[in-house]
């Protein structure tokens, strides 16, 4: 399974990024939990209550963030979060459902990142 297991984190992007300095990629992974964890809970809170503004603006900065690090399909999640901030609360949920799973996957690879080192 090991071998054809698809990454959550474009490796060869990471690396452009941090060129070899793993504390950098370090300070980057913290600074993207940290700030995903953030807007994961106003997404969260923005759906409970009804706002469409909130959820744009914590979808839009999550998926700044999840493209800039090369976790790309937490990027296209959250671009269909932002895209669609009219969403009734039960298809929000959903893509919280899908944003939830694939931070873990992204954060799993950054424990296997971490581990290479």
Do not use: T, Y
């Given at each position: 399974?090991?071998?054809n297991?698809?990454?959550?984190?474009?490796?060869?992007?990471?690396?452009s990024?941090?060129d070899?300095?793993?504390?950098?990629?370090?300070?980057?992974?913290?600074?993207?939990?940290?700030?995903?964890?953030?807007?994961i809970?106003?997404?969260t809170?923005?759906?409970?209550?009804?706002?469409?503004?909130s959820w744009y603006?914590a979808?839009?900065?999550?998926?700044?963030a999840?493209?800039s690090i090369?976790?790309f399909?937490?990027?296209?999640?959250?671009e269909?979060?932002q895209?669609n901030?009219?969403?009734n609360?039960v298809?929000?949920?959903?893509?919280?459902?899908?944003?939830?799973?694939?931070?873990?996957l992204?954060?799993?690879?950054?424990?296997?990142?971490?581990a290479?080192?």
């Open positions: 399974m090991e071998g297991s698809k990454q959550a984190i474009d490796i060869d992007f990471l690396s990024i941090v070899g300095d793993k504390n950098f990629e370090q300070e980057l992974f913290d600074i993207f939990i940290d700030n995903a964890k953030r807007n809970q106003k997404m809170e923005a759906n409970l209550a009804s706002d469409n503004n603006m979808s839009h900065a999550f998926k700044g999840s493209a090369g976790a399909d937490l990027a296209n999640i959250l269909r979060a895209k901030p009219e969403e609360s298809k929000k949920s959903e893509l919280l459902e899908m944003i939830n799973a694939e931070f873990q992204v954060l799993q690879s950054m424990n296997e990142i971490n290479q080192k």
